[in-house]
């Protein structure tokens, strides 16, 4: 029996550091889907609140470019608001009224409002942006701003 419950602990661990890792490397992409209008329901009754918005940023010698995976959504459901050091993406993914009232038996997507706030890594030009959303997934490039070199200063006596 002592075999077995070392096989248990161990996959238990494994598991456990997967979920670790996934939290710990996601930098926010594990996204809360509050209250809306309508919301998908588990299996059990509950509706889902949490999904997966992965999203990737980098920058090229002129802007800070940031992709954002929200399938399922409409152009006029996001919002988009630009600060010194980060972007918040916010939205409200709906259900179609046809899945309102079903037993599922398997329910992963998630509804409702949600917020998804992504690190900056230089100072951008908000008012240049340019903003597109195709076949799921949401691209904002900004352009960088110019940073002013470090200047050294002169001590008066």
């Given at each position: ?67 954002l995976e929200v399938p399922g959504m409409n152009k006029d459901d996001l919002g988009i608001v630009v600060h010194a050091n980060r972007i918040e993406i916010r939205g ?66």
């Amino acid at each position: 029996m002592e075999p077995l419950k070392t096989l248990v602990g161990r996959a238990w661990e494994s598991l456990a550091e997967g979920w670790r890792e996934l939290l710990t490397r996601s930098n926010g992409a594990l996204t809360h889907f509050g209250a809306g209008e309508d919301r998908a329901v588990d299996p059990a009754g509950e509706p889902q609140s949490w999904s997966l918005l992965a999203a990737e940023t980098w920058e090229t010698a002129r802007s800070v470019v940031i992709r954002l995976e929200v399938p399922g959504m409409n152009k006029d459901d996001l919002g988009i608001v630009v600060h010194a050091n980060r972007i918040e993406i916010r939205g409200e993914k709906r259900a179609d009224q046809a899945q309102l009232g079903r037993r599922y038996h398997l329910a992963e997507r998630a509804f409702g409002r949600f917020e998804r706030t992504i690190p900056l890594p230089h100072g951008v030009d908000a008012g240049k942006a340019e903003t597109t959303y195709r076949d799921g997934v949401l691209t904002v490039i900004m352009p960088k701003t110019e940073e002013v070199p470090p200047r050294p200063l002169t001590i008066s006596s």
